[in-house]
């Protein structure tokens, strides 16, 4: 683009487009139409020339000049004004007359010549000296089997040149109006048709991320423009959606902060109040230690959530699933000691998938976490790895407290917990399944939950094999 020159807005370019167009497409009609005028002139000059050879040749033209002047023009009335013509030998010599009188010689072509000595007419346009072209007729007349005369009769071409002339002239101005008002038009229809994407510019721009709940109105065609807004509609509804849900992590997670501290600030002042022997500080700095631990789980979730739901900067090996099923086992085992619970391994089929495998990791160690927390004593967590239809299926089964079908949605909410004084109790920050879930999402996978309250659940993570 050159500097300083602003680019064409759409109107302009349409309405630039559009002209242009016109004028090509009339000025290939206009010099079609030219064409076909002048072969139509032509045409009908050829057949008056060829009328007024014919009536010559039969009339036998042996009386006088002067008679014979009178016997042509009323034989043929207005054609014979514009017309000359002459009378040759058959070698080409002038008869004693030709009209009008004294009127130069026409030319007789060697060719128009030859074709009179075989019996046929020509047509040619001569130049004349002086004047302008002229358009001549050659015609042998034939009496008793030879050539016996040559009629030669022309007419000007000024009248059909200067009409050709004319409608040149009128093309000439017809053109560029004609082009003009289709740009004036154009630009009128542009402007019209653009006027409500102009409407939605500026209502987009009054949407703000504090009022996203204002909508652009559609206009009830149908057409491009409303299903447009109608996308963008679906987009506000989405990011209102986001904000919302942005927000309410925001709170969430202030609150979940809040909970710790003020726990530890209570603790602190508590301690603060009178002097205390060295076991009390000492219970107060243990249960003090607790909370920053539970603070920095927390921080820790976040940023892995946050990390997870970012996406694709995962690293993107192949990852083996047995092993890090095997992984997840010793660690679901270590947590089960002493609660009652048996883990194991149901099924276990080798499967790839590509991806990151500490967090794919995580995703599952999460699940069997939960599973092994939330199963009582005596209960069963069981780990299976299968494999079919282009993926792995990794599900984690336990006979545990199970989940009522209305929550089933909600658990993989960040900080969503079904039952708040247990969950806490067991000191899970809520933020397990959300990680899991954008592990797994950011994988290309899923994860399914089904349920029975009191019989027990199943998480099954399903990715793509590689
Ligand atoms: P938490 O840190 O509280 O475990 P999660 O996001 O991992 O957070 O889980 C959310 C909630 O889902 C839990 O508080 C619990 O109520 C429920 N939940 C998760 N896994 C199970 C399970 N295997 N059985 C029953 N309830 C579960």
């Known amino acids: 683009m050159t500097p300083g020159l602003a680019p064409l807005s759409i109107r302009t370019r349409l309405t630039l487009w559009y002209s242009g167009i016109l004028l090509c497409i009339l000025i290939v009609i206009s010099l079609l139409g030219y064409s076909v005028l002048r072969w139509n002139l032509v045409q009908d000059l050829d057949a008056s020339l060829l009328t007024v050879a014919q009536v010559l040749r039969d009339t036998s033209l042996t009386t006088e000049r002067a008679e014979a002047e009178t016997v042509l023009r009323e034989l043929l009335g207005p054609e014979f004004y514009d017309k000359f ?22 030319r007789l072509s060697p060719s128009a010549r030859a074709n009179a000595a075989r019996g046929l007419k020509t047509f040619e346009t001569v130049r004349s000296d002086g004047s302008d072209d002229v358009r001549l007729l050659t ?15 022309g007419m000007s071409l000024y009248r059909a040149r200067s009409a050709l002339r004319r409608y040149l002239d009128t093309l000439v101005i017809l053109i560029p109006l004609g082009v003009a008002l289709a740009a004036v038009g154009g630009a009128i229809i542009a402007r019209t048709a653009f006027r409500p994407v102009d409407e939605m510019a500026l209502a987009a721009r009054r949407i703000t991320a ?3 709940g204002q909508r652009i109105s559609l206009r009830g065609t149908g057409d491009e423009l409303d299903r447009l807004a109608a996308t963008l509609n679906g987009m506000l509804a989405r990011l209102a959606a986001a904000f919302t849900e942005m927000r309410r992590f925001a709170a969430d997670a202030a609150h979940e902060l809040r909970t710790p501290l003020t726990a530890l600030k209570g603790g602190i002042e508590v301690s603060l109040r009178a002097a205390r022997s060295a076991e009390e500080y000492r219970q107060v700095l243990a249960s003090s230690l607790e909370e920053v631990e539970r603070l920095i789980r927390l921080a820790e979730d976040l940023l892995l959530l946050s990390r ?11 990852v083996d699933l047995e092993p890090l099923l095997l992984d997840v086992f010793d660690v679901g085992l270590r947590l089960a000691q002493g609660t009652g619970v048996s883990v194991r391994i149901n ?16 995703a599952v160690l999460n699940l069997v976490e939960n599973a092994v927390k939330y199963t009582p004593a005596g209960g069963k967590v069981e780990l299976s790895l299968t494999s079919g239809d282009g993926h792995a299926s990794l599900a984690v089964q336990d006979t545990g407290i199970g989940i009522t079908p209305a929550d089933q949605n909600r658990v993989f909410e960040p900080f969503m917990r079904l039952d708040a004084a247990r969950a806490r109790e067991s000191g899970g920050t809520g933020l397990g399944l959300a990680i899991a879930r954008a592990i797994v999402l950011a994988h290309g996978g899923t994860l399914a939950l089904e349920s029975q309250p009191g019989a027990g659940s199943r998480f099954i993570v399903r990715l793509p094999l590689a």
Not at 85 to 106: I, V
Not at 139 to 153: F, H, L, N, S
Not at 351 to 359: H, I, L, N
């Open 139 to 153: 015609m042998p007349i034939i009496r008793g089997g030879r050539v016996a005369q040559i009629v030669q009769v």
């Open 308 to 318: 997870s739901t970012a996406g694709p900067e995962t690293r993107r090996g192949p």
């Open 85 to 106: 013509f002459q009378l040759l030998d058959p070698e080409g010599r002038l008869a004693p007359w030709s009209w009008p009188r004294g009127s130069q010689a026409l």
């Open 210 to 212: 504090e009022d996203l």
């Open 347 to 362: 099924d276990m089929t080798p499967a790839t998938v590509r991806g990151d495998a500490a967090a794919l990791r995580r």
